[in-house]
């Protein structure tokens, strides 16, 4: 509900947003990111949260998110690349996301489109003079960052140990006009819905926000968040059906209840320490209706562009011009086992760490190398070394990087006779003389 100059309204009036989910940034949120995801729950919309905070307070770290029953409140997903963590809540039954970045709150700002909502309690990071800061001072420049007709929402919580921040008229300007912001009310969500530790009454101030700016890049953005829109329409139908994997190292709901059931059978090894986690981070009924929406507005997607080109050397050969790690979703789509050297191989788990599942390290750091005496390249690169590499692979696709000679006449030389368990292989080089024809 609302209040202004005493009269009561039903509800805060939030931005809209047609075909995609709000954008809300909460910069500098420690963890009070509970309270801003608390306010978007409530309003049952679509949306993505996004946190950059110097020292995160990351959900699957020690203390866990959890709710009353003790079960997983946030399910890791996969790594955005704007970098962070990325979760969601299995149970809204609409497109949610939070993001949390170890990152300058200030900084953070610069990466994103103009947000629907700011969500600020703390206005510290924002002052740039040395005693107190006011809201004349900071609130313009951080409304520069809100798109026309959308909120900036105040929280009161520091309204009696910072007031200055709160000294607010109805009607602020900037000094170059360009943003205006008009005090809409005070909000108050009592918070029903939300099952977590740290949830209370939020109070705070709401403002809305005329910006001469237009909101741009808002596709791009959220392609970087998520992969499927880094996908093709048809790559798509491929995982409609296909529920994305527990995150690497988390506990799988089938995997808990073994440990539940063993400290039933023996109360002396504790509880489980983790939380009771769900199926997944998705209901395959809602994840399916948000992949085919996709299907159906190709124009959201952001499908990374390829230059490549396809041989039939006894098998399939696609040789790409570019780095492979801007390929890793396109990878993991095509189930592929990546072959590298043992510093790439870090890289890339780093950024897409399901492709450890089919991943061969070349060089594991605690074992003896797969291939002795690997010399990658020329002069007196290994011999048979595709083939070798071929040998290794973990899946009928075969994914690694330039080598060799790095000719075309070395491949069929040494593809001639391969009778393995490879259908495809697919090389990734950067010099245009590689692979020449």
Same mark, same amino acid.
């Given at each position: 509900?609302?209040?202004?100059?005493?009269?009561?309204?039903?509800?805060?009036?939030?931005?809209?947003?047609?075909?995609?989910?709000?954008?809300?940034?909460?910069?500098?949120?420690?963890?009070?990111?509970?309270?801003?995801?608390?306010?978007?729950?409530?309003?049952?919309?679509?949306?993505?949260?996004?946190?950059?905070?110097?020292?995160?307070?990351?959900?699957?770290?020690?203390?866990?998110?959890?709710?009353?029953?003790?079960?997983?409140?946030?399910?890791?997903?996969?790594?955005?690349?704007? $970098?962070?963590?990325?979760?969601?809540?299995?149970?809204? $039954?609409?497109?949610?996301?939070?993001?949390?970045?170890?990152?300058?709150?200030?900084?953070?700002?610069?990466?994103?489109?103009?947000? +629907?909502?700011?969500?600020?309690?703390?206005?510290?990071?924002?002052? #740039?003079?040395? $005693?107190?800061?006011?809201?004349?001072?900071?609130?313009?420049?951080?409304?520069?960052?809100?798109?026309?007709?959308?909120?900036?929402?105040?929280?009161? =919580?520091?309204?009696?140990?910072?007031?200055?921040?709160?000294?607010? *008229?109805?009607?602020?300007?900037?000094?170059?006009?360009?943003?205006?912001?008009?005090?809409?009310?005070?909000?108050?969500?009592?918070?029903?819905?939300?099952?977590?530790?740290?949830?209370? !009454?939020?109070?705070?101030?709401?403002?809305?926000? &005329?910006?001469?700016?237009?909101?741009?890049?808002?596709?791009?953005?959220?392609?970087?968040?998520?992969?499927?829109?880094?996908?093709?329409?048809? #790559?798509?139908? =491929?995982?409609?059906?296909?529920?994305?994997?527990?995150?690497?190292?988390?506990?799988?709901?089938?995997?808990?209840?073994?440990?539940?059931?063993?400290?039933?059978?023996?109360?002396?090894?504790?509880?489980?320490?983790?939380?009771?986690?769900?199926? &997944?981070?998705?209901?395959?009924?809602?994840?399916?209706?948000?992949?085919?929406?996709?299907?159906?507005?190709?124009?959201?997607?952001?499908?990374?562009?390829?230059?490549?080109?396809?041989?039939?050397?006894?098998?399939?050969?696609?040789?790409?011009?570019?780095?492979?790690?801007?390929?890793? !979703?396109?990878?993991?789509?095509?189930?592929?086992?990546?072959?590298?050297?043992?510093?790439?191989?870090?890289?890339?788990?780093? %950024?897409?760490?399901?492709? #450890?599942?089919?991943?061969?390290?070349? #060089?594991?750091?605690?074992?003896?190398?797969?291939?002795?005496?690997?010399?990658? &390249?020329?002069?007196? *690169?290994? *011999?048979?070394?595709?083939? %070798?590499?071929?040998?290794?692979?973990?899946?009928?696709?075969?994914?690694?990087?330039?080598?060799?000679?790095?000719?075309?006449?070395?491949?069929?030389?040494?593809? =001639?006779?391969?009778?393995? !368990?490879?259908?495809?292989?697919?090389?990734?080089?950067?010099?245009?003389?590689?692979?020449? +024809?």
């Amino acid at each position: 509900m609302m209040w202004k100059n005493g009269e009561l309204f039903a509800s805060v009036p939030m931005p809209k947003a047609e075909g995609r989910p709000l954008i809300v940034s909460h910069p500098a949120a420690d963890l009070n990111y509970i309270n801003s995801w608390s306010i978007m729950v409530e309003n049952s919309e679509p949306f993505i949260l996004f946190c950059d905070e110097l020292g995160p307070r990351y959900p699957d770290d020690l203390p866990f998110i959890e709710d009353s029953l003790r079960h997983e409140y946030f399910s890791r997903i996969a790594n955005p690349l704007t $970098g962070g963590r990325a979760y969601r809540n299995p149970g809204l $039954g609409y497109q949610n996301m939070l993001v949390h970045r170890q990152k300058d709150a200030v900084e953070g700002m610069l990466d994103l489109p103009l947000v +629907d909502i700011l969500y600020v309690d703390w206005l510290e990071p924002f002052s #740039q003079g040395s $005693g107190p800061s006011s809201f004349s001072e900071i609130m313009p420049k951080l409304a520069r960052n809100v798109r026309d007709g959308g909120l900036i929402i105040l929280d009161r =919580k520091h309204a009696d140990v910072v007031p200055s921040w709160f000294a607010y *008229s109805n009607l602020l300007l900037s000094t170059s006009n360009d943003v205006c912001i008009e005090h809409i009310g005070r909000g108050e969500w009592l918070i029903p819905s939300v099952d977590l530790p740290h949830t209370g !009454d939020i109070i705070a101030e709401v403002f809305r926000v &005329s910006n001469n700016l237009e909101q741009t890049g808002v596709e791009d953005f959220l392609a970087s968040l998520m992969m499927e829109r880094r996908l093709t329409a048809e #790559q798509l139908m =491929k995982i409609k059906y296909k529920l994305p994997a527990r995150w690497p190292g988390h506990p799988d709901r089938d995997d808990w209840m073994e440990r539940y059931m063993d400290y039933l059978d023996n109360p002396e090894i504790g509880e489980p320490y983790l939380p009771c986690p769900p199926h &997944s981070s998705w209901t395959i009924d809602e994840y399916s209706t948000w992949v085919q929406s996709l299907i159906d507005n190709p124009s959201q997607l952001r499908p990374i562009k390829r230059i490549e080109r396809t041989f039939d050397f006894g098998i399939k050969v696609t040789l790409v011009n570019g780095d492979m790690k801007d390929h890793l !979703d396109w990878l993991l789509w095509n189930d592929a086992s990546v072959i590298t050297r043992s510093r790439l191989m870090s890289d890339f788990l780093s %950024k897409c760490c399901w492709l #450890q599942n089919r991943a061969v390290n070349l #060089q594991p750091e605690w074992e003896r190398p797969l291939i002795t005496n690997l010399r990658w &390249s020329e002069p007196n *690169s290994t *011999s048979n070394l595709t083939a %070798k590499l071929l040998d290794l692979a973990k899946s009928p696709v075969a994914a690694t990087i330039v080598h060799g000679e790095a000719t075309l006449e070395q491949l069929k030389t040494e593809l =001639k006779n391969y009778e393995g !368990d490879v259908e495809h292989l697919i090389i990734f080089y950067k010099d245009e003389f590689d692979y020449s +024809d």
